[in-house]
Each structure stands twice: as C-alpha cells, then as structure tokens.
C-alpha cells in the first residue's frame, strides 16, 4: 500500500509500505495492504511504518525527523496527533 503523512509543515513521507501502525484514539492499530476502509483520529505517539522491499521514502530531507527501529526497513514518526482515513490501497496521516 501506499502511505503518505503530511504536517501542517510539508508532506514528510511517500513510499510503498508493506504495514503501518498508528495510535488511535481507543488503542493502538496496525493496517496491511489493502485494509478496508477508515477513517480514524490519532493521538499522541509514534507511528510505525513497515517499508515494502526496495522502497524509500521519496521525501528528501537533510536531517530526517525518522527513527530507526532494531528491525530492518522500519522507521518510526512520533506525532502529538492527527487523523488518518485508509481508502483505495493508500493511507494518508494528517499529523500535528
């Protein structure tokens, strides 16, 4: 699936994924490729993004507000909050 996080900044990350984790208002969730569709609101927490192989983030920045985790192709992105809606094999956060 695709996702794409945007802050009210700038867009800050494009890129096939395999799997993202969100924290959602009533708890923690994870969405694969082609998720039904939602529509959710976000709290404060990190997002956990599961690259697809081969893929990069095509947002380019000179220091990257990502952190890596142990594993191999995640990257975490910490928000104060946000929305997410998941629809049509893409997933769009709209983080503060």
């Known amino acids: 699936m695709y996702l794409e996080i945007v802050t009210p900044e700038a867009v800050v990350f494009r890129a096939e994924v395999d799997a993202v984790k969100v924290p ?3 708890g923690e969730f ?3 490729n082609n ?3 939602i529509v959710s609101t976000l709290t404060e927490g990190d997002v956990k993004i599961n690259l697809a192989a081969g893929s990069q ?3 380019k920045f000179k ?3 990502f952190k890596s985790g142990s594993e ?4 975490y992105y910490t928000i104060k909050g946000g ?3 998941m ?5 769009i956060i709209l983080a503060d």
């Open 63 to 65: 220091e990257s507000p």
């Open 87 to 91: 629809k049509d094999n893409k997933a």
């Open 72 to 75: 191999p192709n995640v990257l």
């Open 24 to 26: 959602g208002h009533d």
């Open 57 to 59: 983030n095509e947002v």
């Open 35 to 37: 998720h039904a569709p």
């Open 30 to 32: 994870q969405m694969l």
């Open 83 to 85: 929305v997410l809606e």
